[in-house]
Every structure is written in structure tokens, then in C-alpha cells.
T-cell receptor, first 116, second 116 residues
């Protein structure tokens, strides 16, 4: 049973370009969470999605950032017109259902975005 | 508001000795879960241990144990018999189960160095 997959593992973009980060949850998991980790900091929640629905996007920046989790295919975190401050590690986590109690979120390896 | 505090930016421990990593939290929700994750230099997030707010006993997982002191709102991680491979960043995290929605809040982390 493969774990959470994220690709690419490393992504370099120039200012103003778009970044697309992909996350395939663990088999059987229908809930996806995205987190951002700035250098030397802890993870910050961004968004929680179920298939075809955004459940909680309270941690998403108001502009340039969007996320989706279509019925088929991976979850996508999209950053438009990237700026240097977007440089960070972006982690995806999945759970089999709405996370509560001991339900653990399983993390992917992360995508490290560098904006030049 | 929920908050996680890890006051030790870095810790050193001699191989084979035990070490305690501190974590305090703040929440008004009586129902919550506490987690510890390990992040080695390769960057992935590895789940270590979980403690529920209503659990009567401290959680243990192999060499990891969680010293849960509810009245003090602390959830320190104890690693016994440290190994060189334990050198990593360690993050304490909390999820409010009643009112916190679906996000997990992370502390800033403690970097552990195990000396041979």
C-alpha cells in the first residue's frame, strides 16, 4: 500500500510564473490536507478537501492560491504569479475519513518550491 | 485560540541517554488530541505518538512516551535510549476535536542532536 505521493519533490519557478503541486492520497483515503512549512518553522495548515469539495480553506492566502481535489486524479495546489515569499515546503496529508480523535494524518514527502 | 509552544530550539543528548522535548499548549476545547512528529533531514514528516485529552494513561510507542500533564497543559515527548538516527526536528501538534475544525496546529519545532 503506497503512501501519500507528492510530485514534484522539488520545483523551481521564476517570479510571476505558476506553480502546480500534486498530491495523491493513500489508497482508500478520501480526505486531503495541505500544509506549508517556511524555513525553520512548523507546518501551517492551509486547506482541507474531500473529493470535489473544499471543506476548510481558512489557512489559504486570499489571493493567488487555490486547491482542488477532483473526483478522479490527484489533489492540486495551485499558486499563481509566484513571489519569493512563496518559497517553502508544501506538505500534503491524507486520512481515510474526517480526521478526529486518533485518526492520524499521513504525510507525503513534501514539495520544495523555490522561487527565483 | 489554540496554540502550541516548543521553547527549546535545539537540544543535545548523548547516545543511549534519555531526552525530554518540551511542549505546552493552549486550548479552551475540552476535547483535543496531541501529536508528535519527527522530521529528519530528508524532510518527510513521520508520525510518532498520539495522546487524547481524555486518555487516562500516558501514551507509549516503543522508545517514545508522552508525559501528559493536563492541568499544566503540557505534553512532553520522552525518547529513551537515544540513537544517532534520532537526530532530527521534532514537532508537537494539536487538533481541537470539538471546535477546532479540521486543522492541526504545529509548534515551531525542536532540533535534536544525538552525540556519539
Amino acid at each position: 500500500n503506497a503512501g501519500v505521493m507528492q510530485n514534484p519533490r522539488h520545483l523551481v519557478r521564476r517570479r510571476g510564473q505558476e506553480a502546480r503541486l500534486r498530491c495523491s492520497p493513500m489508497k482508500g483515503h478520501s480526505h486531503v490536507y495541505w500544509y506549508r512549512q517556511l524555513p525553520e518553522e512548523g507546518l501551517k495548515f492551509m486547506v482541507y478537501l474531500q473529493k470535489e469539495n473544499i471543506i476548510d480553506e481558512s489557512g489559504m492566502p486570499k489571493e493567488r492560491f487555490s486547491a482542488e481535489f477532483p473526483k478522479e486524479g490527484p489533489s492540486i495546489l495551485r499558486i499563481q504569479q509566484v513571489v519569493r515569499g512563496d518559497s517553502a515546503a508544501y506538505f500534503c496529508a491524507s486520512s481515510p475519513r474526517e480526521t478526529s480523535g486518533t485518526d492520524t494524518q499521513y504525510f507525503g514527502p513534501g514539495t520544495r518550491l523555490t522561487v527565483l | 485560540a489554540q496554540k502550541i509552544t516548543q521553547t527549546q530550539p535545539g537540544m543535545f543528548v548523548q547516545e543511549k541517554e534519555a531526552v525530554t522535548l518540551d511542549c505546552t499548549y493552549d486550548t479552551s476545547d475540552p476535547s483535543y488530541g496531541l501529536f508528535w512528529y519527527k522530521q529528519p533531514s530528508s524532510g518527510e514528516m513521520i508520525f510518532l505518538i498520539y495522546q487524547g485529552s481524555y486518555d487516562q494513561q500516558n501514551a507509549t510507542e516503543g522508545r517514545y512516551s508522552l508525559n501528559f500533564q493536563k492541568a499544566r497543559k503540557s505534553a512532553n515527548l520522552v525518547i529513551s535510549a537515544s540513537q544517532l538516527g534520532d537526530s532530527a526536528m521534532y514537532f508537537c501538534a494539536m487538533r481541537e476535536l470539538g471546535t477546532g475544525g479540521f486543522k492541526t496546529i504545529f509548534g515551531a519545532g525542536t532540533r535534536l542532536f544525538v552525540k556519539a
